[in-house]
């Protein structure tokens, strides 16, 4: 598939564009968090294309080499009626990869949909996720999301809150998040992590 690209580092943005996230400290805790719970189990969400789908919050223009567009987009979309000197100029209105402040909008508009429903991001540790009432908490790594639940309607709850908006993925056995696999023995509460060439207990 192809994707697009921004430079961000050529666009100005007045705007805040940091993002508090979890971190691999705060995974390894929520993991131990698991294994000492009674009855907790965990489970991996994710959000497919999370940046793509998020308005912004004023537009970015883009100008693009005619003779970078491939003919057959030129042809699908009549792109060569907007050809200027050689260039098509476009206007961006929703999260495109590269742009500095995607990151942060896409995350605070998850914030706002999630608290619809209870849902809220710790003041002290920044990437970990509460509900109000709920025995449920999760870490999330951009749109990553590791979830420590002890009864089942709880994480459907959670996962039904997501799908409102997006198309979630899911992975009940807990097998991998943020790049991360991990090895579970329910007999011996402990878990194994393997991060590429990295082992750790």
């Not at 995607?102 to 990437?127: M, V």
């Not at 009432?133 to 979830?147: M, N, Q």
């Not at 959670?158 to 409102?164: P, V």
Request: with cysteine; net charge positive; aromatic share 12%.
């Amino acid at each position: 598939r192809t994707r697009i690209t921004i430079g961000g580092n050529r666009i100005c943005y007045p705007g805040d564009t940091g993002t508090r996230t979890g971190s691999l400290e705060l995974v390894k805790l929520q993991l131990n968090s698991k294994l000492s719970t009674p009855h907790a189990h965990f489970v991996c969400f994710d959000i497919s294309n999370f940046y793509l789908g998020t308005p912004l919050d004023r537009p970015e223009f883009v100008k693009i080499k005619t003779a970078d567009i491939p003919q057959a987009f030129i042809d699908e979309y009549d792109l060569s009626r907007f050809d200027h000197y050689g260039w098509v100029h476009f206007i961006i209105k929703k999260g495109v990869y590269g742009l500095k402040q995607a990151g942060k909008l896409a995350n605070d508009l998850l914030a706002e949909r999630l608290a619809k429903h209870g849902y809220y991001q710790t003041e002290t540790t920044p990437g970990l996720w509460r509900h109000k009432w709920r025995p449920i908490s999760f870490v999330l790594i951009v749109d990553d999301f590791g979830i420590q639940y002890t009864e089942r309607r709880h994480a459907d709850h959670l996962l039904r809150a997501l799908q409102e908006h997006y198309t979630v993925t899911t992975d009940w056995t807990g097998a991998k998040f943020a790049g991360i696999d991990i090895t579970w023995n329910y007999n011996t509460r402990t878990c194994r992590l393997t991060m590429r060439n990295y082992l750790a207990d």
